[in-house]
């Protein structure tokens, strides 16, 4: 038997014990993880009681702000009156049952069916597994590769991290899903190539698509995912038509479009649903989870076109063979039937859209600083992008760990930023008050200052 570390010791349990996900041995071994230790709001405390402002939202997910007794009631009530029940087969829950109904209704028109899972990855996953069964269901049984883009993140099972690709994400020692997953450049505007327009971007993307579709076969392609705005990839707002000009040619070659809204549904942007609201298009399924609950339980869905059903169920003597133990739990149910009565209730969605106007106005007041490159976002994603020389984009070399260095700094104001490569991306709380937004930029426009101070001391060449 182990020794047990002091009791309280959370550091040092996590450490002896944990692989964290995303692990980095050398700093695991050198540094002591951050314990969160309690929450309110967009505010969280460490375990020696220091507090931060979270403008990262947990990890894109809590919408509704931490800390409402009223979602720990909701789910207190559920735990003790049912605390789980299987949805296999022939099975449901009140909350599963009203969940569905209640998604069904706030998702696009046509979108009425829902199969649960248990985030993210679960639900990314289950689409690639409906979008097999639907293409066969429809009479195109050859249909078993899909299209994605660079720069994404569809999570980490098997087939969602092989739908994904960001840079770094793949690791030499892990196999991946190659053979029947295609990808095709991102709508990057910040690094399109120099003297192309928007227009021109998107028409060079849409035909790339095509030539892709061409070159694996119309007949092998079973369906395109796509996240509205590329979150984890470094907040890539897409120029206004680049997804329905999507949409259009999956349209016209058969194709499913997999809309993956697990960080753009549910508010981030304003609205249930990004792809149909913000950018019009009607996908033909959605994968949610994230804010579908604000993080307060584990939950995801697919949720996808009738039309589909009708396509699977045609033949009745056949089975959906796909599902988890945990889809449809009536806790994670009872708290996202919660979460979304408070969204409803709060005026969530449009708070969402003032206050990520204020957010992206006080950001764009520290772009004038050294190494920001670029600041983008919508609704209350946003990124900075930090590069060597603002004039031509030069990164700064890799190892320098600029992202890092700079969440570093803005910790140590109090302010908590997440940290991608030489990216700072922050998706807060919906309901982030004016204060807060002013204290993340000037806290963060104080940690770009230091950095840069650092590194021109240091004898790096920042123009
Ligand atoms: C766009 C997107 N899809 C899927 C996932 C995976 O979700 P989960 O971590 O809940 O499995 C993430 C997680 O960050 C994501 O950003």
Not at 15 to 44: M, N, Q, Y
Not at 139 to 162: D, Q
Not at 260 to 271: I, K, P, S, T
Request: aromatic content about 8%; glycine content about 10%.
């Amino acid at each position: 038997m182990g020794t047990m570390p002091e009791a309280g010791d959370h550091a040092s349990m996590d450490r002896a014990h944990v692989l964290r996900p995303w692990t980095h041995f050398d700093s695991h071994a050198r540094e002591k993880p951050f314990v969160v230790a309690r929450g309110e709001g967009c505010r969280i405390w460490d375990a020696e009681g220091r507090g931060y402002i979270d403008a990262v939202g947990g990890l894109w997910c809590v919408n509704i702000g931490l800390g409402r007794r009223e979602m720990a009631e909701a789910m207190a009530e559920q735990a003790e009156r049912l605390a789980f029940s299987s949805t296999f087969v022939n099975m449901t829950n009140p909350p599963a049952a009203e969940l569905a109904a209640k998604l069904a209704a706030l998702a696009p028109e046509g979108l009425s069916r829902v199969h649960f899972t248990t985030g993210g990855s679960t639900a990314v996953d289950s689409a690639f597994r409906m979008a097999q069964f639907a293409q066969a269901s429809m009479g195109r049984p050859g249909r078993r590769h899909v299209i994605a883009r660079r720069h994404s993140y569809h999570g980490s099972t098997f087939a969602s991290m092989s739908i994904g690709r960001r840079r770094g994400d793949r690791a030499p020692e892990f196999s991946y899903l190659e053979r029947r997953v295609h990808h095709i450049h991102a709508p990057y505007l910040y690094r399109r190539p120099e003297g192309e327009t928007e227009e021109g971007m998107t028409d060079r993307l849409v035909k790339e698509f095509e030539d892709k579709i061409d070159e694996v076969g119309e007949d092998n392609i079973a369906a395109f995912f796509a996240e509205p705005i590329q979150a984890s990839g470094g907040v890539l707002v897409p120029p206004r038509d680049y997804l329905g000009r999507m949409k259009a040619v999956c349209e016209a070659r058969g194709i499913l479009f997999v809309a993956d809204e697990v960080v753009c549904g549910f508010g981030r942007l304003g609205h249930w649903f990004a792809s149909g609201d913000e950018y019009g298009v009607t996908p033909d399924i959605i994968c949610c989870a994230k804010g579908i609950t604000s993080g307060y339980q584990p939950l995801g869905a697919v949720i996808f076109h009738d039309r589909i059903w009708r396509a699977m169920a045609a033949d009745k003597d056949r089975w959906y063979t796909s599902g988890f133990t945990y889809s449809g739990h009536p806790v994670a149910c009872a708290a996202a039937l919660k979460n979304i009565e408070i969204i409803e209730r709060e005026g969530l969605l449009s708070r969402a859209v003032e206050r990520g106007k204020l957010f992206m106005e006080r950001l764009r007041e520290i772009s004038g600083l050294p190494l920001v490159g670029d600041v983008r976002g919508k609704g209350l994603m946003a990124c900075l992008e930090f590069v060597a020389d603002k004039e031509t984009r030069e990164p700064l070399p890799e190892e320098m760990d600029i992202g890092r260095r700079i969440s570093d700094a803005a910790e140590a104001r109090g302010v908590l930023v997440r940290p991608i490569a030489h990216l700072n991306v922050m998706s807060p709380a919906l309901v982030i008050s004016e204060d807060e937004i002013d204290r993340i930029c000037s806290g963060l426009g104080e940690a770009v200052a230091e950095v840069a101070d650092q590194l021109v001391r240091g004898g790096t060449r920042v123009a």
